[in-house]
């Protein structure tokens, strides 16, 4: 019986952590106006900026209209179904916006890749880089393997402030009390506490015990 309800409590937790896990994607789907706000790194083109498998978190909420020169962003290859990171290098022309890029390892800009980047081509700006994580991204596909990523994340931090703390008063457990007929042990025990939590006064003379 307490086997069954052990797994059941274990199944509901982790019920608990998909369910949330899931809300958070959603809620970072909108809030980075994105559908996928993370990408992995996946060349050494922006080495030493960006690495292979470091993991970019990309904000659509951000202006194409507003990207200055030196801004990482994210976009689709005009002439290449590839999704790029680069670095904005040029403004090309304003009218519509359109801009040149290149990745910092890279001699120079490639065409059909880096130019012209248009407002269609856009995803978004790098606004966060995790390193190195992206390893995980090599084993499953997207979402399921950011949603991984984010539940270990998740209890690392649970379990790094999630530790109960060491309550000294209650170290001795029910069993280790001494029982109700051993009197001088209780009084030791009683003794060993006040002396644990009340430092004694230095000036106080010790009390006279009447008979």
Same mark, same amino acid.
Do not use: C, W
């Given at each position: 019986?307490?086997k069954y309800s052990a797994t059941s409590g274990f199944v509901k937790d982790i019920i608990i952590v998909v369910i949330g896990i899931a809300i958070i994607w959603i809620g970072?789907?909108?809030?980075?106006?994105?559908?996928?706000?993370?990408?992995?790194?996946?060349?050494?083109?922006?080495?030493? /900026?960006?690495? +292979?498998?470091? @993991? %970019? =978190?990309?904000?659509?909420?951000?202006?194409?209209?507003?990207?200055?020169?030196? $801004?990482?962003?994210?976009?689709?290859?005009?002439?290449?179904?590839?999704?790029?990171?680069?670095?904005?290098?040029?403004?090309?022309?304003?009218?519509?916006?359109?801009?040149?890029?290149?990745?910092?390892?890279?001699?120079?800009?490639?065409?059909g890749v880096d130019f012209p980047i248009t407002h269609g081509n856009y995803i978004g700006k790098v606004v966060y880089v995790i390193p190195q994580i992206g390893y995980v991204?090599?084993?499953?596909?997207?979402?399921? /393997?950011?949603? +991984?990523?984010? @539940? %270990? =994340?998740?209890?690392?931090?649970?379990?790094?402030?999630?530790?109960?703390?060491? $309550?000294?008063?209650?170290?001795?457990?029910?069993?280790?009390?001494?029982?109700?007929?051993?009197?001088?042990?209780?009084?030791?025990?009683?003794?060993?506490?006040?002396?644990?939590?009340?430092?004694?006064?230095?000036?106080?003379?010790?009390?006279?015990?009447?008979?």
């Open positions: 019986m307490k970072l789907r909108v809030a980075f106006g994105t559908e996928n706000p993370f990408y992995v790194v996946s060349s050494g083109s922006m080495i030493p /900026n960006l690495n +292979i498998f470091d @993991v %970019i =978190v990309v904000n659509g909420n951000i202006p194409f209209d507003h990207l200055k020169i030196g $801004d990482i962003i994210v976009f689709h290859a005009p002439s290449e179904d590839l999704v790029i990171v680069h670095r904005v290098a040029e403004v090309l022309n304003q009218n519509p916006l359109t801009i040149r890029t290149k990745g910092d390892a890279n001699p120079g800009s490639i065409p991204t090599r084993i499953l596909t997207p979402p399921i /393997n950011y949603i +991984i990523i984010a @539940v %270990i =994340v998740g209890i690392m931090i649970v379990k790094q402030f999630g530790k109960p703390k060491t $309550d000294t008063a209650n170290v001795l457990s029910s069993k280790d009390l001494p029982s109700p007929d051993n009197s001088s042990a209780a009084a030791e025990t009683r003794n060993l506490a006040d002396k644990e939590y009340s430092a004694p006064d230095k000036d106080q003379k010790p009390e006279e015990k009447k008979e």
